[in-house]
């Protein structure tokens, strides 16, 4: 009878942590989306460049979550000046994320998420050309991605290809967001 007696509390202990282990993970269960600039680079052939980065874990699946999304023309040639091109969205390895610059962040809803997913495959399913550097570039993207989520956006003319500079002007439209220009 007393080895009885040892196993109940034993199985009682073992109990409550397997709940609260399983509290903690749905607890713990979010993802963020980061909104990143690139600055470009004439000698490695990138130019200026802004993207999202979705991580975290879905709270109603526990899913992993860890994909980032950006637009740009299919082909970088001289027709993209003067009107539409083919378009695209882009991953950025893992390397090309740890070396750009992350403005701020934002905790989503799972439905939040589907939303941002949901137009990310809209801008990659459209048809016909659909980039265009004044019109529909990155920085359209992600600042569609920021309306969807209640974020004040607007694309002034001088910023429209500089996407470190605008992000910083997004942060400062949207003081609720409590984060520091990007130098």
């Known amino acids: 009878m007393p080895s009885k007696l040892v196993r109940l509390p034993r199985l009682a202990v073992h109990l409550v942590a397997l709940v609260m ?37 879905l709270e109603a699946t526990g899913e992993a979550v860890n994909e980032n999304y950006g637009f ?12 539409p091109v083919e378009h ?6 893992e390397r090309n994320v740890r070396n750009t610059n992350r403005h701020f962040t934002l905790t989503l809803t799972d439905r939040q998420y589907r939303r ?3 137009e990310v495959r809209a801008w990659q399913n459209a048809p016909g050309k659909y980039y265009d550097l004044e019109k529909r570039n990155c920085i359209h993207f992600v600042g569609r991605m920021a309306e969807i989520l209640g974020l004040d ?10 996407p470190k500079k605008w992000l910083n002007h997004i942060t400062a ?9 990007v130098d």
Do not use: Q
């Open 21 to 57: 282990l399983a509290w903690s993970s749905a607890a713990l269960a979010e993802v963020r989306i980061h909104f990143h600039s690139f600055d470009g680079s004439v000698l490695w052939g990138r130019y200026p460049h802004t993207f999202i980065v979705l991580e975290g874990t």
């Open 173 to 181: 439209m949207n003081p609720e967001l409590d984060a520091e220009p």
């Open 153 to 162: 956006v607007d694309y002034p003319d001088d910023m429209l290809r500089r």
């Open 116 to 118: 941002i997913i949901t």
């Open 72 to 83: 740009s023309a299919r082909k970088v040639t001289p027709a993209i000046l003067t009107g």
């Open 88 to 93: 695209m969205v882009l991953a950025e390895t």
